[in-house]
Every structure is written in structure tokens, then in C-alpha cells.
């Protein structure tokens, strides 16, 4: 049973530091590129960053450029995203993504999310 599990989450003021993990089970995890996506209330699910199988090229958002890192463990079967300077529009769920695309077919998988909230 594929599952991915992110913790880390909560309340924090602005400028503050979170870093959110995501655990996954249940598929070769080292095969996989690892994102994270965030969605605030009313608005659309949006990419934050990033990583290869890996873990040698990242990517981000151009709002989260300089301010989050993501990054991975793949002895732990982990991915990170390690959040600093945290603004109040950094509120959302962060939602933990794995993908893989074959010849035959793309394989896709979500967590639950973690709702991190930024406000003083």
C-alpha cells in the first residue's frame, strides 16, 4: 500500500522556520521525483519545489526561491522541505507528491497534507 505521510506542520509568526518531512512507504521511492505543492484557502494548488530521483537537480517556485530548500533521504524513504522567513501568504496546506513517468503509463501519488499556518 503506497502512503506518504508529511509532518511538520503548524502555527508559526512571520519570519519563523518550519520543516515539514514526508515519509513514504509502499513504492521504490529512490525512483521517483519528489515535489511539494501548497494550496491556500480559495486558490489553486501550486508547486513549491522540486527534487530528483536523486536528489541532483531542485527546482522551485519563484516566490519560495532563497527562502525553502527541499532535499531528500533515500536510505529513510524521506523528503523535506525546510521553510525559512515565512510569510503570512506562506499559509496553506503542503501537500507531499511523488512521480515517475514510464513508457506505458505516469504513476502519481499524494499525502494527506499538513496545514501550516504563518501569523503573528
Known amino acids: 500500500q503506497v502512503q506518504l505521510v508529511e509532518s511538520g506542520g503548524g502555527l508559526v509568526q512571520p519570519g519563523g522556520s518550519l520543516r515539514l518531512s514526508c515519509a513514504a512507504s509502499?513504492?521504490?521511492?529512490?525512483?521517483?521525483?519528489m515535489s511539494w505543492y501548497r494550496q491556500a484557502p480559495g486558490k489553486e494548488r501550486e508547486l513549491v519545489a522540486t527534487?530528483?530521483?536523486?536528489?541532483?537537480?531542485?527546482n522551485y517556485a519563484n516566490s519560495m526561491k532563497g527562502r525553502f530548500t527541499i532535499s531528500r533521504d533515500n536510505a529513510k524513504n524521506t523528503v523535506y522541505l525546510q521553510m525559512n522567513s515565512l510569510k503570512p501568504e506562506d499559509t496553506a496546506v503542503y501537500y507531499c507528491?511523488?512521480?515517475?513517468?514510464?513508457?506505458?503509463?505516469?504513476?502519481?501519488?499524494w499525502g494527506q497534507g499538513t496545514q501550516v499556518t504563518v501569523s503573528s
Open positions: 507528491n511523488a512521480e515517475k513517468v514510464s513508457v506505458l503509463r505516469t504513476y502519481r501519488y
Open positions: 509502499g513504492f521504490a521511492f529512490s525512483t521517483y521525483t
Open positions: 527534487i530528483t530521483s536523486a536528489g541532483g537537480v531542485t
